[in-house]
């Protein structure tokens, strides 16, 4: 069994950045994949950023160019490296494993972006 456990989110400035990070206990078999999703209320989680588990990235078009994915099973991390934050990027960030067919989800972790 794998948990998932995210940390880094918080309050920042627009024009800010941050690094969320989401570490995993358990074995991650392969294939896997390793993502970020993001929620706001209201609305349907959505596909932010992820990794394979060939190193292969997607980024979405709201985040590409701002934001960097990186981890894998070797560290049982992934984390996600997000510049020029804007309001708009605010919502609650879970981290999503799926190994082999099972999928793990992180609790969440709210980030805010506001002056």
């Known amino acids: 069994q794998v948990q998932l456990v995210e940390s880094g989110g918080g309050l920042v400035q627009p024009g800010g950045s941050l690094r969320l990070s989401c570490t995993a206990s358990?074995?991650?078999?392969?294939?896997?994949?390793m993502g970020w999703y993001r929620q706001t209320p209201g609305n349907e989680r959505e596909l932010v950023a992820f990794?394979?588990?060939?190193?292969?990235?997607y980024y979405v078009d709201a985040v590409k160019g701002r934001a960097s994915i990186s981890g894998g099973s070797a560290t049982n991390t992934v984390d996600l490296q997000m510049n020029n934050l804007k309001p708009e990027d605010t919502a609650v960030y879970y981290c999503?494993?799926?190994?082999?067919?099972?999928?793990?989800w992180g609790q969440g972790i709210q980030v805010t972006v506001s002056s």
């Open positions: 358990g074995t991650i078999f392969s294939p896997y994949v």
């Open positions: 990794i394979t588990d060939s190193t292969r990235t």
């Open positions: 999503r494993v799926v190994a082999r067919t099972t999928v793990y």
